[in-house]
């Protein structure tokens, strides 16, 4: 084999495994955000300590494409005597932003919503101490279509 062939055929393998290690480390998905990253993030419930209960959740589910696209949570802090409404994104649906929504209503109190085109979670926080709350949490599905969520009516989790 002349000098010339296999210095190419050097290259092209040497080539080949850039692309594939780089192919490798590109595919890697990055880590998913998760509830209990909501819960302490100050976008999120914003409870540094991370302590909470969970009082309800609900799946949110694409029907029309067969995929999950997110969970709703009712959680409470006994520190904070906050509730917290938690719309996470999960699976495709994390890390592609549309529109998500998540509201706290608290009888007697003014309502909380934190509504938008969201990657990762909306999260609406209130003093609920005392109280009864309702809740909703929205995702639009990521591939066009309809707004996919889930809401209660009936006022829970009283006192």
Same mark, same amino acid.
């Given at each position: @084999?002349?000098?010339?062939?296999?210095r190419m055929?050097?290259? $092209?393998? *040497?080539?080949v495994g850039?692309?594939?290690?780089s192919?490798t480390?590109?595919?890697?998905?990055?880590?998913?955000?998760?509830i &209990?990253e909501?819960?302490?993030?100050?976008q999120g419930?914003?409870?540094?300590?991370g302590?909470?209960?969970?009082?309800?959740?609900? #799946?949110? +589910? #694409?029907?029309?494409n067969? @995929?999950?696209? &997110? =969970?709703?949570y009712?959680?409470? !802090?006994?520190?904070?005597?906050e509730?917290?409404i938690v719309? $996470?994104r999960v699976g495709?649906?994390d890390?592609?932003? !549309?529109y998500t929504e998540?509201?706290l =209503?608290?009888?007697g @109190?003014?309502? *909380?919503? #934190? =509504?938008?085109?969201?990657?990762?979670?909306?999260?609406?926080k209130g003093?609920?101490?005392?109280?009864?709350?309702r +809740?909703? /949490? !929205? *995702?639009?599905? *990521?591939? &066009? &279509?309809?707004?996919? /969520?889930t809401?209660?009516? =009936? +006022?829970?989790?009283? /006192?």
């Amino acid at each position: @084999m002349s000098r010339l062939y296999r210095r190419m055929f050097a290259r $092209l393998g *040497i080539t080949v495994g850039l692309v594939l290690a780089s192919i490798t480390f590109v595919a890697t998905p990055a880590s998913a955000h998760t509830i &209990g990253e909501a819960v302490v993030s100050p976008q999120g419930c914003n409870w540094s300590n991370g302590g909470y209960t969970q009082l309800r959740r609900t #799946d949110l +589910w #694409d029907n029309q494409n067969n @995929m999950p696209l &997110g =969970e709703v949570y009712v959680l409470w !802090s006994g520190t904070y005597q906050e509730n917290c409404i938690v719309t $996470l994104r999960v699976g495709r649906a994390d890390g592609v932003a !549309s529109y998500t929504e998540a509201v706290l =209503e608290r009888q007697g @109190m003014s309502t *909380i919503r #934190d =509504e938008g085109n969201y990657s990762h979670f909306a999260a609406a926080k209130g003093k609920a101490a005392g109280t009864c709350i309702r +809740w909703t /949490g !929205s *995702i639009a599905a *990521i591939y &066009g &279509g309809r707004i996919h /969520g889930t809401t209660v009516t =009936e +006022w829970q989790h009283c /006192g």
